[in-house]
């Protein structure tokens, strides 16, 4: 039904960059709200950042929101993560989500998931 595929994670130097993609695919995306969250060993998966395919309206954790930046390209139903400034902390399984529910802070509000990609951040 919803099929999201996420990819350009690697492993990259303290300081460096990344641009995550999420390739989604499905019948209408034009009223959700897409989301990326993370995944350290031996933590919860958190919240990184969530975009509205209508209207592109943005939220950020406050950890990140000086570095990341979410954008989104409709017309090839592809999310992204700039990823600047990475630091050892940010490494993570990052994980691209899509929902409907209006809670763009909590996994909960989000009924689709990718695979994930990892991002290995060495100092």
């Known amino acids: 039904q919803v099929q999201l595929v996420e990819s350009g994670g690697g492993l990259v130097q303290a300081g460096g960059s990344l641009r995550l993609s999420c390739a989604a695919s499905?019948?209408?995306?034009?009223?959700?709200?897409m989301g990326w969250f993370r995944q350290a060993p031996g933590k919860e998966r958190e919240f990184v950042a969530a975009?509205?395919?209508?209207?592109?309206?943005?939220e950020y954790a406050d950890s990140v929101k000086v570095r990341f930046t979410i954008s989104r390209d409709n017309a090839k139903n592809t999310v992204y993560l700039q990823m600047n400034s990475l630091k050892p902390e940010d490494t993570a399984v990052y994980y691209c989500?899509?929902?409907?529910?209006?809670?763009?802070?909590?996994?909960?509000?989000?009924?689709?998931w990718g695979q994930g990609t990892r991002v290995t951040v060495s100092s």
């Open positions: 975009i509205r395919w209508s209207g592109g309206s943005t």
């Open positions: 989500a899509a929902g409907r529910s209006g809670i763009v802070y909590s996994r909960l509000g989000y009924d689709y």
């Open positions: 499905g019948r209408t995306f034009s009223t959700y709200v």
